[in-house]
């Protein structure tokens, strides 16, 4: 079946641009765009950064998951790609854009930095987002990207909340 992912909004360009950001997390896109593999495969071939690749696949959406028998006492989640081509409808304002771009393109360290005060000021049980980015200083957009950039926070909605493990 043919899946295609349809971009509207700015800030779901970023988990796009970070998806192929290093060149383990490009290969790891290919790897599972071929086929369906377990999240160990991942790991023997391409070290934990890879299996630290598909969990972000995951958390963007950008891989779906099922339990695959390997002949092993249980049963382990295989993923595969959701989609098989995006459509990028852009036409957005530059000032958008240009934080849309600036979150995805940020350095590790400034990301996480930023990441850790949305954390905190999200708390364990998520905040509406209007609120968050009046309290940092940053533009919903920005603040939107940041959070799609984020493993550890989503959005609910127009709240962001944590994460859960699944």
Request: aromatic share 10%; glycine share 6%.
């Amino acid at each position: 079946m043919n899946r295609i992912k349809v971009i509207n909004e700015p800030s779901e360009l970023v988990p796009m641009l970070r998806a192929v950001d290093t060149p383990v997390k490009r290969d790891v896109l290919k790897e599972v765009t071929l086929e369906w593999r377990t999240a160990k495969e991942i790991e023997e071939k391409f070290g934990v950064e890879g299996r630290d690749a598909i969990l972000f696949f995951e958390k963007m959406k950008l891989v779906e998951s099922r339990w695959q028998s390997t002949g092993g006492n249980y049963p382990e989640k295989s993923y595969h790609t959701y989609y098989t081509s995006f459509h990028i409808n852009a036409q957005w304002p530059v000032y958008e854009i240009s934080d849309v771009l600036a979150a995805a393109m940020m350095p590790e360290s400034d990301f996480k930095e930023l990441e850790d005060k949305i954390v905190k000021e999200v708390g364990d049980r998520g905040c509406f987002s209007g609120d968050v980015a009046e309290s940092l200083g940053l533009t919903s957009t920005m603040l939107r990207s940041l959070v799609r950039r984020s493993v550890k926070l989503d959005y609910r909605g127009h709240r962001i909340e944590p994460l859960k493990e699944k």
